[in-house]
DNA sequence: GCGACAG
DNA sequence: ATCTTGTCGC
């Protein structure tokens, strides 16, 4: 018998709702991420690159997450899918997986259906191995879903890192004190860089890789603009 | 106590 | 994240 929901794309029953639960989850599942893993080399994938994102209505409290899958060869789309809900949890640096995932997973399984198939790799807006506890939003989706992850930040949070040269794919180490958690990779020739980190399954190589592959023609990757955009759609839709 | 702080 | 007009530039 099959099941009519993939539990992949199922919230835990253990889901915190406190700040000091949302910490403990992290400490205890930290340890399940795994790091390096095979994708394909950007460009020659057959399959599909997902982007995700989520808007809020605080006002509303409303939520609306987005997940768009581009042909990992051409970035054309192939398959969009929404959710909207209600917010669940406050804005806490190191805990926004907790705010975001609920209705990632809904948007994810549902356009896993209308794909047929799993994703090759799934791009987040934030950070994966970059986290104050190494468990950042990238990475809890990735160990929830068993997909490979990302985290493609806009913002070094309280990492350090020199100016990477000024050249697209000029990067610099993004540093935790003496530890390497992520990259500062430029994506555009004198652009702001963007902080790339692991999020599950990959390499920091790949994900720097898969960044540039998806920025080709803006800063930010492909998956994160249209994710972005359809998210907002969505909250739009949704509160009118 | 003060400041910093992904989205 | 979100509140927000015009404006400079390709």
């Known amino acids: 018998m099959t099941s009519a929901v993939d539990p992949r794309y199922e919230l835990p029953r253990d889901w915190p ?9 992290q400490e205890r599942t930290r340890a399940s991420v795994v790091v390096g893993g095979e994708v394909p080399e950007p460009g020659t994938g057959t399959g599909a690159v997902v982007g995700v994102d989520v808007a809020y209505d605080d006002e509303h409290d409303l939520v609306a997450a987005a997940a768009v899958a581009l042909d990992a060869r051409s970035l054309a789309v192939v398959a969009e899918a929404t959710a909207v809900g209600r917010v ?13 995932i609920p209705a990632v997973l809904d948007a994810l399984g549902d356009l896993d259906r209308r794909l047929g198939r799993r994703p090759d790799l799934v791009v987040c807006d934030g950070y994966g191995l970059a986290h104050p506890r190494r468990f950042g939003l990238a ?22 890192h020199a100016d990477p040269g000024p050249r697209r794919g000029d990067w610099s180490p993004l540093l935790d004190g003496a530890e390497e958690v992520g990259r500062a990779l430029r994506t555009r020739d004198a652009v702001k860089p963007l902080f790339v980190s ?11 890789a898969y960044t540039l592959h998806l920025a080709r023609d803006f800063r930010q990757p492909e998956t994160t603009r249209r994710a972005d955009a359809l998210c907002r759609r969505a909250l739009k839709a949704a509160t009118l």
């Open 198 to 208: 692991i999020g599950h399954r990959v390499t920091i190589a790949d994900a720097c």
């Open 88 to 100: 669940s949890f406050p804005y806490v640096p190191g805990l926004l997986a907790f705010r975001e």
């Open 139 to 160: 990475s809890h989706l990735g160990v929830l879903t068993g997909l490979p992850t990302i985290g493609v930040a806009k913002n070094p949070f309280g990492f350090r």
């Open 17 to 25: 709702t406190t700040e000091a639960e949302a910490v403990a989850l």
